[in-house]
Each structure stands twice: as C-alpha cells, then as structure tokens.
C-alpha cells in the first residue's frame, strides 16, 4: 500500500494524534474509514471475495479517507466480507475474525463469521466509504496482542457506532476482553458497549440504544447493577453516535456518549468501580461485535474505534470528538434525484388518490405517506433513499435509508421492509431492484431482480412487490396497477 505523496501535507490531526499529545497514546487503532493518525499510510483493512478466497488489502485515498473503489473493483460479480481491521498504531493489534470462544461461532471450526464488506455504505469525508455491519454470530477478535492495558493498568476507548443499528443480544462491545474467550470473571474485561440492555427493559423510553461499560459478568450503566437513564441514548434518530470508556483500572470509570455528526459529549457516568470490580483484571485481548466468552448475539455497526494507554484527559476526548463531527459521517452526497448510486432521493407515488405520498420507512415497514416541507426531520429522514448499487446486480439499484444506514428496502413475503442487510445472498436479491420506464408514462418503476414479474407497488398505503394480476393476492390486482408501481424520483425532503 503506497504512501501518497501528498498525504502527510494533507491529512490534519487524527484522533491518535491528539490522545498521543495529551500522553495517552493509541495502542490500538481500528477503522474501515479513515486514518486515525494524520501520517498513517498503511492499509485500512483486508477483504476476502467469495469467488476464488483471493484476498485484498484496501487503503487510504490521499486525503486519509477508505479508497472504497479498490474494494468495489476487487469484489465485482462476487461478494466479499471484511477478514481483518488492521491496527493503525505501532502495536499492530490487528482484528480478525474470531475464532471462536466459549461459544462457538457459526464458522468454520466453530469461528465466527466476517462482515459482508459492502453492507454499510456510507459517506464520510465526502466519500463513499463502508463501515463494518455486525449481524447475530459475526465478530472480530485478538488474543495476542502488545501495549493493551493488563492486570488493573489505566486505559480510555471510544467507537463509532450507531444509534439506529443495535439489538439486545449480548454483546455489541469494542475493547479489553479474555485471551481464552472464556468468562474469566468480573473485572476481566473493559469494552464500551452499545445496546439494549434489556436487563433494565424500562430504562430504555426512547429509539435509541444505551452506551454502557461490558466489565465481564455485566453490562453497566454505572456502579449499580441497575439502570442509569443517562445512559440512553436520546432524542433520536442518530445514525451515527461516538461511544466511549476510560478506566483507570484502580477505582474509577467513565462513560460518555456523543452525536457523531454534531455537538459534545454527554457525561454518563463518572466515578467509583463497581463492587468487585476494583482493582480491574483486564487481560489485553481486543473484541469487536461480541462478548468476552464469544457471545455473539449482538448487532451493531462499527466506523471507527480506539484504545489507549492511560487514563484520556476529557480535552482530548472532547478534541477526538470534534474531530469525528469534521468527518462528516452521514452527510449529504451531494449527488439528488437521480438513479446514480449515491444519489438522495424520495420516491413519490403517482397514483391520483396519492400525489402527495412518498415512500417511508415507518419502524421497519415500508408504507407510502403525506410528507412535506413541513414535516418532522425524522419523517423527512425516513422518506429519504440513497441510491446504492445493486446488492445482488450492479446494473441495478438498492435503496438504503438515510436514517438507518446499512438499512435497505427489501421485500419479505411479498411486503417490503426497511431491514439490516446482512450478506446473505437472499437478502442481496430481495433487497435489488432494475428500474425501467414507468408504466403509466411517468417516472420509473422498479422490477424485483429475484421475483422479475413483480414490481414495487404500493396497495392501500404499504408496498409490495406486485404482479399485474394472475395471483390470488389482493395486491396483485390489476387495477391501477400501472399507476401504483410508478413512482417519480426526485430530491430528498432531508437536507
Ligand atoms: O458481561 C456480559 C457478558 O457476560 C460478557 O461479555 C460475556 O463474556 C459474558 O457472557
């Protein structure tokens, strides 16, 4: 992987630039987006394609940003999943898929699964950049590493993660786990964790998931085994959320949360140990998407992630934070209207009952609705689609959300859902449509590539996938068929 020649002249400060001048360094640094360090030239992470196991390294652009073209030309016609992250510090902790714990994995010799390498395409930097989807039974795990803290030392740790990708399964953590995979006990472990705790299922009144510390043998919001509504993340939807930890393996923890694409940090916790936990034990091995012991329940998404030595100074977090708003992850592409991958849209149905509905993601579903100038950022967001390159077939488009990326619209059953992509083949399929003239004569209608007789078509306010008549299901009617799987492609309502 080559060194630009005007990287290092370009790329600014970085995250282990600003926790290396507050004395903190990085011993670990990990990222499928970006360089963490303004001088690192080395490759970003390594992908596996399905067609011949051959495998490529992607690395920076000159800016210090993914160069994700490498990855989209090495994986054309096949698909790949991420096979490791590599550490960007001196200490070379690279991730790897885990090969299992306790729990074993559902890969080969009980190991876990990689990440589809294209199921969270997002913008960052101004670039079409992937960050890294954990489904149910992926991880990525080091059990010999160098410079992590041990045995109670000091260490801090944040990640990029979303607020809007998360479930309840144990364990969406990033950090300090058990070299054996196995539960060591209390103490054993330091990760951040972002989740639904449902151990306190109350605690939880909003969207969003909560930032805890994963200490081994518990998910803590703070010193209690207990609820600490300080932990939720609030006021939602946020797609892009910074979560962080620091521990300084004697007596004392943090625990903060902040929006990736705007403003501070929010303390959650601040204070002694937990019971049984002081002094630490940590043991130095490096966990992503998964428990300690291998649980890997978990789901989540990853962008960007760090450990230190000692105890972060809350500047340097708050320096490391305004770094990452700069990023822009999230942000507007800049491209509108169009079929173009990478392109905004909103998909207006052209029925005469229904001009004025767009399709939306309404929790999950995907239904046609009012929307206007005047509606709320979260229903503007929910309408608004990034055109993607076909999951399944490049020459055909899949429709990501804008509120919930890594979110796609997908049919199941014949209804159409706004759901995780998870790499499989059949979610690619359901979750790719051609797009061709409309029927009625205006804008574009949008063919299933795996059901091709089929069409996006809205019927009594939800979507489907429709055929003009010759089935029993009402939605197949062909009444108004023509008008209801013609949609106009315009700008987005979101900014
Ligand atoms: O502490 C919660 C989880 O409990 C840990 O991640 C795992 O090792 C154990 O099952």
Redesign the pocket.
Known sequence: MGLCVAHSEIVKQRPCDIYAAASTPCVAAHSTVRSLYAKYSGALYQVKRASDNATENIGLLSDGYANAATQDAFCAKTTCIITKIYDQSAEHNDLAISPG???KGPGPNGSDLGAAADALPVTAGGHQVYGVSISPGMGYRNNRTSGIAVKGKPEGMYMVSSGTHFNSG??F?YGN??TSG??TGAGH?D?V?VSRDLSWPTCHNGSGPGVHA??????FHWNQRSCNPAANVGGGPRPFISAWLKNNGQTRFALKWGDAQSGGLNTIYSGALPSGYAPMRQEGAI?LG??????HASAGSFFEGVMTTGFPTDSADNAIQSNIVAVGYGAPTGLSGTLTPGSEISLQATTSCCTGDYVRNENGTAVIAPITSSSPEQDKGDSTWIVRRGLADNSCVSFESRNNPGDFLRHLNLALHVQQFDGTSLSRSDATFCPQLGKDGKGNSFRSVNDPTKYIRHYYGKLYVASDGDSTNPWDTTALWTDDVSFIVSPPWSP
């Open positions: 714990g306790y729990y144990c364990c953590d786990a058990e196995t539960d472990m990760t964790n994963d200490l081994e043998n518990g998910i966990i998964i428990g300690g012991d291998n649980s």
